[in-house]
């Protein structure tokens, strides 16, 4: 497992093609995000890592068996990651429009797991959404249906 952390790390950083990126390295890229979004904050509580453990099972096909280990790897890949451009690159490359905006939906979900969005979250999120070339309107529609899923009034969160 290492060795394929650090086969992907390689690649990110040396700018290598991900066109022919095997199906785990996009798993990978998108738990490196959502381990990002989760730690933003301060620390991953219990619901920020139930969120992102059901949507790598459900949305990226990680096995249940495994996820303990993909999201200790992602968070290590985001601890140590200088940039976000390598994981997106690889995302937004993969994944069509509606991939893209299931991805920012889950992003949402995750920081707004406790409630309340940070100042730090809220830039993430601008910067990933740019980054995936998904519009502000198609984020702020993602928001919305995070919310709703949460349970959270749209009108009582924080920007």
């Known amino acids: ?18 066109a022919t990126a095997p199906r785990d390295e996009l798993a990978t890229a998108a738990a490196a995000l959502l381990a990002k979004a989760a730690a ?7 619901r920020e890592r139930a969120i992102v453990a059901e949507r790598l099972v459900e949305r990226f096909g ?3 068996d495994e996820i303990d280990q993909v999201m200790a790897e992602a968070a290590q890949t985001a601890e ?19 991939g893209r905006l299931m991805l920012m939906e889950t992003l949402w979900e995750v920081v707004y797991a406790d409630g309340t969005l940070h100042d ?14 998904v ?6 529609v993602a928001r ?8 959270l009034d749209d009108a009582g969160s924080s920007d």
Not at 135 to 140: A, E, L
């Open 40 to 46: 933003l904050d301060g620390g991953v509580d219990h």
């Open 135 to 140: 519009g502000d309107k198609d984020s702020g």
């Open 1 to 18: 497992m290492l060795a394929r952390l650090q086969r992907f790390l390689d690649r990110i950083e040396s700018g290598g093609g991900s």
């Open 62 to 64: 990680v096995p249940r």
């Open 144 to 151: 919305k249906r995070a919310l709703a899923k949460l349970g």
């Open 80 to 98: 140590h990651a200088v940039d976000l451009y390598g994981f997106t690159r690889i995302l937004k490359d993969r994944l069509d429009h509606e």
């Open 120 to 133: 730090y979250e809220a830039q993430l999120m601008r910067r990933l959404a740019g980054l995936l070339f």
